[in-house]
């Protein structure tokens, strides 16, 4: 069974989330008030993801970042954010947190984030040692606007990360699910032109994609991903057959708990999680660059 950890201060705010993740029976969920009381919970067997609040007493959900990053960087941590909490949540992501969700979205996105890591972390347990091995490999995919196969391509790029030196499991893991954030822009809102689908359950928003993918133009979109992954770098070009965006002024505005566009807070975790990214003039194509750890970044982190 997945055990999954709660940590929140907000006694109201803990009971709504452990008794939105209890309706999933295969997961055990545990509770705490900070993160001093987490630590200390932090014995085995080890919990298989952390869901964390940012503000708390004792020890904060940065603290705690920082403490499981240290010891325990293989499980993955979720932040939940509330208005006005973007800087502390920024500084979380970049020091080891795998991505956040916002307070107000709770009934919405936390349980579908949960269920991605998951996923991501079942994969890689499967996943070939021969990555660790890998040199090079360049790759170029045209698919369909189908959100299956984006993650299918997510989870293929976070095994053949295994080559590339990121000083740990999460980070691997951190990379592909924003990968997997940029292409799910590419597709819901460079090909498909929806404007948010924010509120949209997965099978309401399947189900939108379904119809949009019928009607013309958009049936005869596809996106074109580059993979290029090597010792030192990773970089991933995405195109689209949309019309673009105006990308200089959503980069320069986007925040991490936007209340209006999750578009926008894909963009600044791209942003926070990717060491370079690049679009071009229209807006419907994007560079991703991801620099492996030097010998000074492992001892700065020491």
Known sequence: MTTVLVVDDSTVDRKLVSGLLARDTSWDVISCENGKEA?????PPLPDLIVTDLQMPEMNGLELVEMVKEEWPFIPIILLTAKGSEKIAADALHR????????RRLGIDLV????????????DKHSMRLNHYLCESSQIFELRNDLEQLEQLARLVQKQLRCLPLGDEA??????LAFEEALRNSCLHGNLEFDDVSELGRKELLQ???TRVSQQPYSRRHLRVSISIDRASARFV??????????QTLLATAVLDDQEHASTRGLALMRTIFDEVTF????????????AMTADDFADEE
């Open 39 to 43: 630590v200390a919970l932090l014995e």
């Open 96 to 103: 080891g947190a795998v991505t956040y969700v916002p307070k």
């Open 112 to 123: 579908n984030a949960i269920r991605r890591i998951l996923g991501f972390v079942e994969a």
């Open 171 to 176: 980070e691997r893991l951190r990379v592909s």
């Open 208 to 210: 939108a994609i379904n």
């Open 238 to 247: 995405i195109w689209d057959d949309g019309t673009g965006f105006d990308h």
């Open 280 to 291: 071009n003039e229209i807006g419907n194509e994007v560079t991703l660059t991801k620099h």
